[in-house]
Every structure is written in structure tokens, then in C-alpha cells.
């Protein structure tokens, strides 16, 4: 194949088309060099240089028609090929930078991994474990933030329902209840500081409410016992201990005196009917000490009627409604005096007492103790401005018999006031007139009239005979 390849070679160099004649080593130039071996003498001399030349010619056609055809190709081909070395230099460049850079990369996220790493304390980290803990108790959160608006919806609807509303007024307290205690367990937490002190707000608000349903009209007993459950357990520091009233049985006397109060007030179209003819009989008072017989009286009787009608009916409530209440009043209050009318000037048995030891702490004195004396100068006062306005016999006898029944009937809760009648006496009247006191004669026939009733009623057995203590006073007075 050397030899043969040697022989060929001096030919190729003489062809000025070839620039670069091929190797020996080359597969195609072996594969060639190995068919012209089996060729014959005539075949080499004679066909092969044709075969040659129709390749050669087929060749130059195909690569016209590839130029033609792909000149554009080729074109781009070798103007990326001539770019090809400048390119390759900037890869390197870049190649380059992008290696220092991953250093540089390496080195931030190995920085960012220490900054937010779990154990370690970022305040970012921590504003964004915040922001998802709070995303992922959202409903929770929306719930602690309705708490205020459910209580005041709640005190509200009862104060619009009425008695209807006492589920909702239980609602309230057990809502006060949980946001006290998350309060309690979370005392750090501005949000539930917040939403405590609207809670507080609002059950200021509830107190105020029922404070103002005990001095509404009509108010029942079990109505009037729910509203101070329910301040007890909104205001305990009113409360006191649970064998005493505290607070709470001043509170509710004060308001259902302002409720009689104003029943009272109501009356006061009669009132200055009344103050009219006290007007007048003023005015004429010196007619009457001629001779001349006072005629009028007939509006001051008619607002003095009912003036007594009403004390009674809500006195008694008062009372009785007070002591159903706050039942264990009337056992630890056992050593008080009682109700002693020194201010209405009467005469009175002391009570013996046993001595007691100066102690500072023993409980005060119940609130009962003194406000059926409050009514009673309540009463006493009216009477003393009105009655002298009625000069005639019927009318007054009528008048101080309501007066006993409005006194025999606080004397049922152990406050009769029947001898404030004493004092009653027209400072008008002749002081020379010797016979019988008015208010004796009304006292025994109440003391008659009540006889009658009892033995009509049946319930005379053993208790006919025992006159109340203001009538067996009347007597020894009349009688010495």
C-alpha cells in the first residue's frame, strides 16, 4: 500500500486543485489504494480515469447545487465561525466571573442560613412565625374580637326585652366571665387588655340598667331577686359577705324609695289643689277665729286619700320585698334596737341590752333599720302640712283610720307608726277644749272595727284580746 500510495502521490502534488492531498492512515485513502489492487492493466489505464473523471464531475455538480441551494447556510456558517474564537475568549471571561460569583453566592447563603435559622433569634423571623401563627388561628382571633360586640348585643336585647331578657342578661355574665378569665391567663396581651376593658365598659353599662329596672313600677319579687343575683355577681365588692346585705340592700331601698318618689309626684295636680285652699284658708283664717266655720278641705282630702293609699301599698312591697330578699338581714341583725321614732318626739320603753365589748369591726347596722323612719317622716310631714286643711269631722276620722290601716300594716314587718297620730293634733284647735283627743277616739274605734273583722273572720281564737302595741299605748294615754 506504501509503494502504491508513493506512486500516486507525485501526481496529486501536480494537480493544482489540491492543496492538501490525504494520509496514508486515512480509512478512505486504504479503501481506494486496496480497490486498485484488484483492478486489472486495462481497467487502470482505461476505465478508471473515466470513473474518476464522471466522480470528479458529479462531485462539482453536487457542490454547485449545495452551494446554490445552502449559500446563505454557509454564509452564516462561516461568520460564526470567524466569531467563534472572540466568543470563545468571552465565555472564558465569563466563565471566570461566574466562579468568583458562586463564591460570593455560597458565602450569602451560607449567612442567610445562620441569619433564619430556627434556633437562632431574628425579629423578622419572628414577625413572619407571628403573621402565620396568626393566619393560622385567624378564626380564633375573630371570635376573641366579637366577644364585645356579642355582650353589648347581649345587654342590649335585655334591656329592650325586658323581664323577657333574662337568658340574655345570663348570656352577658357568661361572656363577661370567659373574657375575664382569658384576662387572667393572658394578662400580657394588649389585645385581651383591650377587649377587657370593653367588656368592663359594657358591664358598667348592665349595671346601670339594672339598677334602673329596680326603681321601675310594677317590679315583682322574683323579677327584683334575679336583677340583685345578677349584681351580685357583677359587683361583688357591693355584695359583702354572704350573711350580710352589703351594699345592695342600700341600694335597693334607695331605689324603690325614688320609685315611690315619683309615684308620689305624680299626685301632684292634687297637690296644688290642695295648696290652693291652704291658701285660702290662710287667707281666711281670721273669719274662722270669728266664728266663721272653714268649709273647704274637699282636694286636700281627696290627695291626702290617695297620697296614704299609695304609701301604704308601696311601703309595705318595700319592706316585705326587702326582707324576702335579704333574708339573713333579720337573723344578724337580731340585737338591733329597732325602730325608735326619736325624731318624731314619742315617748318609748327602752330596750335592754346586754353590754358589749367596743369592737370597730362588728357589722353595720342594716339598712332596714332606719328607712321605715324615712317613710314615716315622709308621711308625717305631709299630714302635718294638709290635715289642717280638712275641718270636718267624717273627713278627718276617715283620714287617720287609713292612717291606722297604713300603720297596722307596716306593723305586720315590725315598723308600726301608729302613734305618730299624737302628733297630729290641729295646732289651731282650742287649747281649752277638755274633751276627748281626736286621735284616741279614732284609735278605739279602729281597735272595735278590727275586733269585728277578726271575729268575722274567724281567727279571734286567743288573739281578740290583744290590742297592737299603739292601740294599748292609746288606752293607757286616755285611761291612766
Known sequence: MDYLYGLLVPHLREDSLVEKYPSVNDPTTINYLGRLTTLQLDSLSGAEPQSLAQASHSTLLSLQSLSTRSSKSII????????????????????????????????????????????GENELLDRRKKALLMYRNVDRLSDILDLPTLLSSAISSSNTQGVSGNTNYASALDLHAHVKRLHLLYQDSKLLRSIYNQAED??????????????????????????????RRIAPDLAGSPSDEGSLGALFLVCRLANLVSMLEALDPLRELADQETTRRLANKDDVTNGNAWSGGQQTERYLKRYIEIFREQSFAIISMFKSIFPSTETTRSDDPGI???????????????????????????????????LVELLTEILKQYMPNVQDKASRESLLTQVLYCAG????????????????????????????????????????????????????????????????????????
Not at 462561516?78 to 458565602?107: M, Y
Not at 321614732?341 to 367596743?358: G, M, N, Q, R, W
Not at 276627748?436 to 281567727?459: D, Y
Request: aromatic share 4%.
Open 409 to 480: 300594716s307596716l306593723g305586720r314587718l315590725g315598723a308600726d307608726f301608729g302613734m305618730i297620730l299624737a302628733s297630729l293634733e290641729d295646732n289651731d284647735s282650742d287649747p281649752e277644749d277638755n274633751g276627748p283627743l281626736e286621735w284616741v277616739a279614732v284609735m278605739k274605734k279602729h281597735r272595735i272595727l278590727a275586733s269585728r273583722l277578726e271575729l268575722l273572720s274567724g281567727t279571734v281564737s286567743g288573739q281578740s284580746k290583744v290590742a297592737s302595741p299603739s292601740i294599748s299605748a292609746a288606752s293607757k294615754l286616755r285611761n291612766p
Open 340 to 374: 325608735q321614732f326619736k325624731s318624731l318626739e314619742l315617748k318609748t320603753i327602752a330596750p335592754i341590752h346586754t353590754p358589749i365589748k367596743d369592737d370597730s369591726l362588728l357589722l353595720l347596722p342594716s339598712a332596714l333599720a332606719t328607712f321605715p323612719i324615712h
Open 202 to 231: 359594657a358591664m358598667r353599662e348592665m349595671t346601670s340598667n339594672l339598677i334602673m329596672s329596680l326603681r321601675g313600677q310594677g317590679i315583682k319579687l322574683a323579677a327584683a331577686m334575679r336583677t340583685i343575683g345578677w349584681l
Open 76 to 119: 452564516a456558517s462561516a461568520d460564526h465561525l470567524n466569531n467563534l474564537k472572540r466568543e470563545l475568549s468571552d465565555l472564558a471571561s465569563d466563565t471566570g466571573l461566574v466562579c468568583d460569583d458562586v463564591l460570593a453566592l455560597d458565602k450569602a447563603a451560607v449567612d442567610f442560613a445562620e441569619r433564619y435559622s430556627r434556633n
